[in-house]
């Protein structure tokens, strides 16, 4: 058993000194593949890897000594032999523009001995999921046509009726890597022994599909936009330029028909892209902290390998760009390579679009707009685990639906920290109209959020016609604010937006509510503020997709007298934000003398009756009985 102390790396990120606290000298001498060569050579420093992948290499020596120390308990193992198959038919594996078969560097060989060598005990296939990023230009299609011909034709021998599948975002993408494929399959089918096999096989090219008619196993391609992955049950599957997805119902297709299948596996890749709000964006962080929880077996079954820069400022920085382009590891072509580079990076700046730059060729999520309101940085590092609300003074923010949009309710805590700084906690709560669409899934494809998944951040909207329901906000929101015994300071909401539910609320409550006219010469201070917050660092939120979104999508909007944010598009929902400046209308004055809640002469003024009737006695020494008629 390995007796180290739990390991997480979540806060400190320090991989290395990690790794130098371990003895590996018996992985070492026991395992010398090229994938775990490459491991200990980016682990020692020799080749230079960003942050996420030292993680995917920590993770591969860690699980080397658990699989020798923990046999009983740990249940994948390291398959020599398994590794050695793979790279002796990648090396037989003709590239399609030369014809020739190209040697694979060690980095590909990593993710190939990754994908095929970790195995269960009993010989299936450990990761049944994968993740695969790498820059543009770094022949990742070409890796997975080696990856997908030795999966179609080695793998599934003595088995029958196997489906396979190639898809990217549209027909054009698909047929890309199918061609490579194509190529690959023609080539290495006329090979001894592989010739024998494929006639045995009955093997033929069949428009969009490969056969091997006397098994009947096959490979098809189908692109997302159709989205016919029904009925098929995939042994394994290869998803393209995944990045551009906006939403898992198609893909959730495929991987929910593979659940029954024996030794499945499917893999999505793909470079960034602008929207760093997509699903493969989304599962990248999810499996970076999987990573760097090492002691802890989440997710064992899922593999993420990304070649991407740490920084934005190693855009100036050239001699890190290996991190992202792992093929400026060859020599004879690294002056070349480092060339082209260099010249579409100046390129870029000359013309305005470095963000292109880095998200495609530095393999960085990134905010395309130079008028975003805030920086995908600051969005994510905003995040923490756990925060209680009860009891506290909160300021609410409320935007009304109108038409698509959803209405949104932000909550913001201001608190101190025990080191004495000024801190806002904030969390909001959707409610999702879908008449516009016609049905909530339709709402969810239109604004790329799955809206059923996140009960805890939303609700569906009860009326029969998808309308908003006022009444289900007004109870929504009062049930919430009871349950955990808020006290609500300030309640700001869009001076267009006076509905059923504010009426009910000045009705109902002492809440001091506030119409906010929507102008940039009102909007510019809270708004300011908010991204502020961010930026400093003194703003934090739960994990919540919804609000990441709409911070994502925010843009800023500047006039001769002010700013507030904006959308580029109808479908780009920002409702929570609207909400969120709001409530800090009146939040970011909170811990100022002058603030409402420190303005003694208007304590009184959001006091309920029996608050007041309390605070007359504590003013005036009175006993209880004495102020009955205050009541």
Known sequence: MID??????????????????????????????????????????EILAGYTMRLACFRHVQDLRRAEAEQENFPFRYDLGKTGAILKFAAICPDVDSGEPSKLMLWQKFALSQLFGWVTLD?????????????RGQGKTYLMGIYMSYSFLIEPLGRSNQDFLVSSINFKQTNKLFGYIKT???????????????????????????????????????????????????????????????????????????????????????????????????????????????????????LCLVWAQDELSETYKPETWSKSNPLLG?????NTLISGLTDARDQALANGTVAEFQNKNLNMWLQEKASSFLKLHDIERSVIPDFSIRGRRVYVGFDYSMFSDNTAIWFTYPYLRDDGSQHWHVEQHSFIPWERAGSIAAKEKQDGIAYREFPEFCTITSHPKGL????????????????????????GYDAWGATKAIKQLELNT??????????????????????????????DRPDDPIMAKALI???????????????????????????GIDSMYQAMYDFEGYSMVNDKSKQVDRMTQEQVAEWFRSQHNLEGGDTDDLQ
Not at 230 to 239: E, G, L, N, R
């Open 4 to 45: 180290d102390e739990p390991l997480d790396l979540t806060q400190s990120h320090d991989v290395i000194g990690a790794y130098r606290k371990h003895d590996y000298r018996a992985i070492r001498d026991k395992y010398k593949d090229p994938g775990t060569v490459y491991a200990f050579r980016v682990l020692d420093g």
């Open 468 to 491: 908003i329901n006022d009444d289900q906000v007004y109870q929504w929101l009062m049930d919430f604010v009871d349950d955990n015994g808020l006290d609500v300071v300030f309640f």
């Open 330 to 334: 060859l020599k004879d072509q690294y």
């Open 184 to 302: 690959m399959l023609r080539a290495i089918i006329q090979i001894p022994p592989f010739d024998a096999l494929a006639k045995q096989s009955g093997l033929v090219l069949l428009n969009d599909q490969f056969v091997q008619r006397t098994v009947n196993n096959v490979l098809r391609e189908i692109p997302h936009e159709s989205g016919q992955y029904d009925s098929y049950h995939f042994t394994v599957a290869v998803f393209d330029e995944v990045g551009e997805v906006k939403t898992r119902d198609r893909i959730s297709k495929i991987t929910s028909g593979q659940v029954k299948v024996p030794n499945h596996q499917y893999i999505q890749i793909s470079t960034s892209y602008p929207d760093p709000s997509v699903p493969f964006h989304v599962d990248q962080k999810m499996m970076q902290e999987v990573m760097e929880r090492d002691s802890d077996r989440s997710n064992d079954r899922r």
């Open 123 to 135: 010989g299936q296939k450990r990761y049944t999921r994968a993740d695969l990023s790498v820059g």
């Open 510 to 539: 002492s809440w001091p509510l506030e119409a906010i006219r929507q102008r940039t010469s009102e909007l510019k201070d809270p708004t300011k503020f908010l991204q502020k917050c961010f930026v400093e660092g003194t703003i």
């Open 553 to 579: 999508n925010a843009q800023l909007y500047e006039d001769k007298i002010g700013i507030q944010v904006d959308k580029a598009a109808a479908t780009y929902k920002i409702d929570v934000v609207d909400a």
